[in-house]
């Protein structure tokens, strides 16, 4: 059901901040930002190869983002996997019995469709499922 690792999500206090690392040490480069209003984040997309680094930046303190580093601090947030149909792919992840916490898709930053699987069904890890056309 996977194609490859489509992004890697990391919450981050401040997208300029950050890539500093990102950019200056790594030598990635911004492919520009985003703001996805429905999720109060904005995102940083630097590609890498065939993938993808995704700094999230919250836009308020209400956001997913800002309640992860309150409680976790900066850090991986998120893995998202390519599936070619997104629809399928939640189908199957609930016939498996796996938590979904979208059950239908919904918009993500660059026109994707994504769905989030609860972290307790994953061994703790946000996995995000991912379909570009
Ligand atoms: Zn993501």
Do not use: W
Request: glycine content about 10%; hydrophobic content about 40%.
């Amino acid at each position: 059901m996977v194609l490859k690792i489509d992004h890697i999500g990391i919450a981050v206090n401040s997208i300029e901040d950050s890539l500093k690392f990102y950019e200056n040490v790594l030598g990635l480069k911004s492919a520009g930002t985003e703001v996805v209003a429905e999720q109060k984040v904005r995102v940083a997309f630097l590609p890498t190869g065939d993938s993808e680094v995704e700094l999230l930046e919250a836009t308020a303190e209400d956001s997913p983002i800002a309640k992860y580093i309150a409680k976790n601090g900066e850090g991986v947030q998120h893995i998202a996997y390519r599936v070619e149909n997104i629809e399928a792919a939640i189908a199957e992840m609930k016939a498996q019995g796996m938590r979904m916490i979208d059950e239908t898709p919904r918009y993500g930053a660059g026109g994707a469709k994504i769905a989030f699987c609860h972290p307790k069904s994953t061994g703790g890890v946000l996995v995000e499922l991912c379909q570009r056309d």
